[in-house]
Each structure stands twice: as structure tokens, then as C-alpha cells.
């Protein structure tokens, strides 16, 4: 049954760059065999308690919130959504515990990463990508490569979340020829994120970086990223650095201040309870006070924003109080920790998160099935790597 689950696990991470349906029926087989296996053993909870009891509060508010809900339909889609999050972030963490276990899925990230930068190449060079023949978009900068995912921000979120995991080896003697791949597969995917032309995924990058930077104590280093940083809107051409609407001004950041003050409008209505989860596509026409036509039937580009909106401020409170356990019992664990390359592993883990829930401010992956999927398969790998034992 450990093989059944360890196979389905690694069937869901590929699934997640290429095929929605795919994640969909390994999540379920995962699902099964994990049960199977609990009931011959002793359940026993992979985490803090802090981090069990803020994660089940968020989940719990977020399941209520159909009885309230505005639109019962969407909102019970929603409740399969949450939960199907919450038991990815379980079974990970319980499955996951075991340095193999742990190394397979290494194997497993380069393999994913390296493979999107060879998809991304050819769809670069010919127009389409290999997997699925979806053909990049167009952009007054050039090419947006979306590889095998269905567009580029989901390419890049998927880039952002999992690059900063390659940056630290596998095992405690890794061999010379997974170090090459390794490094081929980093190199190749921050070319591919480059081409997706994302600026808020460049964002998040960065910031990633600089918490690595951070978490290591290499300020000399981090200076160096500061200038490189500055350096990069003097050097990179102005269709990259600025996309400007026919009235000359920044498109994103107008459009971002219309989608966040609606969000804000639904919170302000409805700060406790929110709308209904997996209702803000359809709820926020109501509450919208200022109607105007810009991005209208959009989500809110802020995930945190959306949370609130949906299942009400309590509920983004318990999340957010989640990621601070979270990130606060790994950084501790890291400073106990002895061994060099685990310390380094979980510090990369820690930076794609960030990564991730930068993206999350300014865009819509944390309500997105396969982008946020990838956000608790990250987390629950982190969390193993917190309780490992050697079988």
C-alpha cells in the first residue's frame, strides 16, 4: 500500500502540468489507498498542532460558509475544492515522511521542470507545445510561452513555485550527473519563466529570492540581487517593463485597483460571513458600487482579497494565521536541524512557497485548481520533510 500511494503521488505532481483530469484521478486513488492504510494503522497527525487547528478553521469556515452562501450550486463545487486542498496537504505530509521518499520526489521536480523548459523551447521555436499543441500567445514583447499548461500564468506560477526547489541537491552525496540536470533543469525553467512574460511571476520570483537570501544570511549576496533587480528595468525593453492602456497609463495597476476595490466592497458588505465559498465570479456584480467597465466578471487578482470576500474575514484570518505556524515551525526546525542539505532543502521548499503566495497577491492562483493544488503539494512536502524517518 506505501508503493500504491508513493506511485499515485508522484502521478499527481506530473498531472499537474498537463492535465487536470489526470491530477483529478490520482487525487482519488491517492485518496483510497491512504485510507486503506489508515485503517491498519494508528492515525497519527503529521503537524503541529497549531498549524492542524488553524488549517481545520480555516477549512471549517470555508465548508459552513455554504449554508450562507448566496448561490447554494457554486458553493457546494467549492466544498470538494477545500477539501480535496486540505487532504493534499495530509496525505503529503503523511506519505512523504522518509529521506527515499523525499529524494523520489526531488527526482520527480527535476524531471517536471527540466521537461516544461524542453515543452516551453519547442513552443518557442515553432509555435506550439509538444504534450498538447497549444500554441503561445502573442504579446507586443513577444512569444508568451505557456508550455503544456493552458496559459502563461499558470506556467509561470507552476515555474515560480517549484525552480526555487532545485536550487539545493537531492541528497547528502548527490551524483555529479543529477547535479548537471539539476542545474540544466534551473536554468532552462527561469529562461522558460522569463518568456512568459509575467511581470507579477518576475515579482514573485524575486521576492522568493530575496527570503532565500534572507534565510541564509548572505547579504552580500542579497545586495547583489538589489542591483541586479534595479538593473533589470533599465536594460529590459519598455513593452516588458510597462503595458500601458490607450489613456498612457500602467494597465495592470489601474485594472488591479478596480478589481481589489470591488472585493473590498463585497468584504465591507459581508465582513463575517463573506458570499458563499466559490461564489465571487458570480456575487460581486451585486455589491459592485462603482460599475465601472473596466475588467468587469473578473476574480479579484488578490487571492487573500477573495478569501474575505467569500468566506469572510475570520476565515482569511485562520489562514493566514496557518502560514505563520507554518513558516515559523520550519524556520525553527531548520535552525535545530544538523545536516547541511536538509536544512538547504527546506529552505528552497520555504522560498517557493513565497514565491507562490506573492503571485497569490496580485493574481488569481490561489483560486485556480491546478496552480493552488501545486501551492499544498509544496507545503505537505515541507511539512514531511519536518518529520522524516528512514524506513
Known sequence: MNAWTLGWSLTFFAGLTFSSALMEIAFACLLGGWVLQKTQEPLVLPFERRVFFTLLGFVLLSVLSYFWSEYPPQSFRGIFKILQQFFTFWILS?????????????????????????????????????????????????????????????????????????????????????????????????????????????????????????????????????????????????????????????????????????????????????????????????????????????????????????TGIPSLLFFLAFLFFYFRNAIEWKRRETHVWKRRRLEGILAGLVGFLTFAAIDTVLHNEIAVMAFWLLAGWGNACQNTQEN
Open 94 to 310: 503523511d506519505i512523504l515522511r522518509g529521506q527515499k521518499r523525499l529524494r523520489l520526489l526531488g527526482y520527480a521536480a527535476i524531471s517536471l521542470v527540466l521537461l516544461l523548459g524542453v515543452d516551453g523551447m519547442w513552443q518557442y521555436v515553432t509555435g506550439s507545445d509538444l504534450l498538447r499543441q497549444i500554441p503561445y500567445e502573442p504579446h507586443s514583447s513577444g512569444p508568451r510561452l505557456s508550455a503544456s499548461f493552458k496559459n502563461y500564468a499558470l506556467l509561470a506560477s507552476f515555474l515560480v513555485t517549484f525552480i526555487p526547489v532545485l536550487f539545493s541537491p537531492t541528497g547528502p552525496k548527490e551524483k555529479s550527473q543529477l547535479t548537471f540536470l539539476r542545474s540544466l533543469a534551473t536554468l532552462l525553467g527561469l529562461l522558460i519563466l522569463f518568456w512568459t512574460r509575467t511581470r507579477g511571476a518576475w515579482i514573485a520570483f524575486f521576492v522568493s529570492l530575496v527570503f532565500l537570501l534572507i534565510l541564509k544570511k548572505k547579504i552580500k549576496a542579497l545586495l547583489i540581487l538589489a542591483g541586479l533587480g534595479l538593473a533589470s528595468l533599465v536594460v529590459l525593453p519598455s513593452s516588458m517593463v510597462l503595458h500601458l492602456d490607450t489613456y498612457g497609463r500602467e494597465q495592470s495597476m489601474v485594472e488591479r485597483y478596480y478589481l481589489w476595490d470591488r472585493a473590498a466592497q463585497v468584504i465591507r458588505a459581508r465582513p463575517l460571513t463573506g458570499t458563499g465559498i466559490n461564489t465571487y465570479a458570480v456575487a460581486h456584480q451585486k455589491y459592485d458600487q462603482r460599475q465601472s467597465w473596466r475588467v468587469r466578471n473578473y476574480y479579484a487578482h488578490n487571492g487573500y482579497l477573495q478569501i474575505a470576500a467569500e
